[in-house]
T-cell receptor, first 116, second 114 residues
Framework: DTGVSQDPRHKITKRGQNVTFRCDPISEHNRLYWYRQTLGQGPEFLTYFQNEAQLEKSRLLSDRFSAERPKGSFSTLEIQRTEQGDSAMYLCASSSGRTDRYNEQFFGPGTRLTVL | GENVEQHPSTLSVQEGDSAVIKCTYSDSASNYFPWYKQELGKRPQLIIDIRSNVGEKKDQRIAVTLNKTAKHFSLHITETQPEDSAVYFC?????????????FGTGTKLQVIP
C-alpha cells in the first residue's frame, strides 16, 4: 500500500498518560498535515509541516501537544497528560506541494484515541 | 479565520433521486473547494474539487457549482445509488504558494434508501 499510513489505528489510554502517534506520508509528498476529527464533525486542522519544518499550528494545539517530522519523512504527534476531551480520531494527510497546481490532500486511516 | 457552514446535516433520498448539499464560506480569499466522501470507519477521500476561476465542474453523476460572489458552493449527486451513502464534507482552501489551509464543513450524512 503506497498511501498514507498511520500507527496505531486504535489507542485506549488512561487520563494523564502520554500517547504518541505516527504518520507515514506518501513517499514523494513533502507536505504533511495533522487533523483532529470528533464524532459528527469535519476534520479540524492541528498543524502543518513542509519537509521537516513545522510552519503552522492551530490554537487548538495546546502545549500538551507536540508534533515532529525530524527527517522530513514520517511524523509523530505526542499528547502529554491526556484528558478525556482529547478522545477523537487523529488524521494525517499529505500532499505533493507542487506550487503550480492545487494539491489534493491524501488522508491516512486515522488513529482513534479513547481516553478513559 | 475561515468559517465553513454546511447544510443539511442529514439527508435521506430514494435511490435514483438527486441529492444536493450546500456550503458557504466566509473568506473571499479561499480559492479551492474540494469535496470529500467518508464512509463509516474509513478515511476521507476526495470525490470532486473546483477552483475559484471555474463556476461548475462535472464528473459523471457528481457535479459541483461555485458562486464566488455569494461565497456559496454546492455538491449535486444525480441518480443516487446505495453506495453513495456516506458522510460528505465540503472544504474551503486558502492556497498560498504550495501551502494549503483547509477548513472543513461539519459534514452531511447522506442515506440512499433502496
Amino acid at each position: 500500500d503506497t498511501g498514507v499510513s498511520q500507527d496505531p489505528r486504535h489507542k485506549i489510554t488512561k487520563r494523564g498518560q502520554n500517547v504518541t502517534f505516527r504518520c507515514d506520508p506518501i513517499s514523494e509528498h513533502n507536505r504533511l498535515y495533522w487533523y483532529r476529527q470528533t464524532l459528527g464533525q469535519g476534520p479540524e486542522f492541528l498543524t502543518y509541516f513542509q519537509n521537516e519544518a513545522q510552519l503552522e499550528k492551530s490554537r487548538l494545539l495546546s502545549d500538551r501537544f507536540s508534533a515532529e517530522r525530524p527527517k522530513g519523512s514520517f511524523s509523530t504527534l505526542e499528547i502529554q497528560r491526556t484528558e478525556q476531551g482529547d478522545s477523537a480520531m487523529y488524521l494525517c494527510a499529505s500532499s505533493s506541494g507542487r506550487t503550480d497546481r492545487y494539491n489534493e490532500q491524501f488522508f491516512g486511516p486515522g488513529t482513534r484515541l479513547t481516553v478513559l | 479565520g475561515e468559517n465553513v457552514e454546511q447544510h443539511p446535516s442529514t439527508l435521506s433520498v430514494q435511490e435514483g433521486d438527486s441529492a444536493v448539499i450546500k456550503c458557504t464560506y466566509s473568506d473571499s480569499a479561499s480559492n479551492y473547494f474540494p469535496w470529500y466522501k467518508q464512509e463509516l470507519g474509513k478515511r476521507p477521500q476526495l470525490i470532486i474539487d473546483i477552483r475559484s476561476n471555474v463556476g461548475e465542474k462535472k464528473d459523471q453523476r457528481i457535479a459541483v457549482t461555485l458562486n464566488k460572489t455569494a461565497k456559496h458552493f454546492s455538491l449535486h449527486i444525480t441518480e443516487t445509488q446505495p453506495e453513495d451513502s456516506a458522510v460528505y464534507f465540503c472544504a474551503a482552501t486558502l492556497r498560498s504558494g504550495g501551502y494549503q489551509k483547509v477548513t472543513f464543513g461539519t459534514g452531511t450524512k447522506l442515506q440512499v434508501i433502496p
